[in-house]
């Protein structure tokens, strides 16, 4: 059973759009991340969070921003959509030192 | 040198057979080390995780950690068709408590009725 939750599943969206990828979870998890991922390829953090009103970097420089208002959400937002941004974004948490856990993914494509 | 080096394969096996999947870190600090099982198009599940020396059974999968060596694996007993997959290895960065994982490029493993 899924306890955390990204929508769309699939987005196909053109060129300069603003888009937003949603995450939530209902486990309680201080910890937060966002992971991108191509075809083929290994997962690359793009962005982390400890806690509510905190966002770090991660290791793969990305175009996209997040917030974390709530515990339960960590939204990602594309000011403006690229082909370059196509790509899966997986979203996780986790408590302390304990696994990830994954979300269903969001597979983008810019056209 | 990544931080965290799988053999990307494919690694073909027979229906029945051991899988034997490895994976070296360059960290020396990290603490915690996961497998998790990725079907194509799909998001990585945790299979088993492992923080100390030795050996860790769950069913037909067994992990191994030998921290001095720096290296970390994964056997499956008995493989299933069903285990048909892309395993990735994850490592947590350093001793800090951050709980960023870094991720290997992950083997694929066919599995052959």
């Known amino acids: 059973e899924a306890d955390i939750y990204q929508t769309p599943r699939y987005l196909v969206i053109g060129t300069g759009k603003k888009i937003t990828l949603e995450c939530s979870q209902t486990?309680?998890?201080?910890?937060m991340y966002w992971y991108q991922q191509d075809p083929g390829m290994e997962l690359h953090l793009i962005h982390y969070s400890y806690g509510v009103n905190s966002t770090e970097k991660g290791d793969l420089s990305s175009e996209s921003t997040v917030s974390r208002i709530r515990t339960e959400h960590f939204p990602l937002t594309l000011e403006s959509a690229r082909p370059s941004h196509t790509s899966q974004y997986l979203c996780a948490s986790s408590r302390q030192q304990s696994p990830l856990h994954f979300g269903n993914g969001t597979r983008l494509t810019v056209t | 040198q990544k931080e965290v080096e799988q053999n990307s394969g494919p690694l073909s096996v027979p229906e029945g057979a051991i899988a034997s999947l490895n994976c070296t870190y360059s960290?020396?600090?990290?603490?915690?080390f996961f497998w998790y099982r990725q079907y194509s198009g799909k998001s990585p599940e945790l299979i088993m995780s492992i923080y100390s020396n030795g050996d860790k059974e769950d069913g037909r999968f067994t992990a191994q950690l030998n921290k001095a060596s720096q290296y970390v694996s994964l056997l499956i007993r008995d493989s299933q068709p069903s285990d048909s997959a892309t395993y990735l290895c994850?490592?947590?960065?350093?001793?800090?408590?951050?709980?960023?994982?870094?991720f290997g490029q992950g083997t694929t493993l066919q599995v052959k009725p």
């Open positions: 486990m309680g998890h201080d910890k």
């Open positions: 960290d020396r600090g990290s603490q915690s």
């Open positions: 994850a490592v947590n960065q350093g001793s800090s408590n951050t709980g960023k994982l870094i």
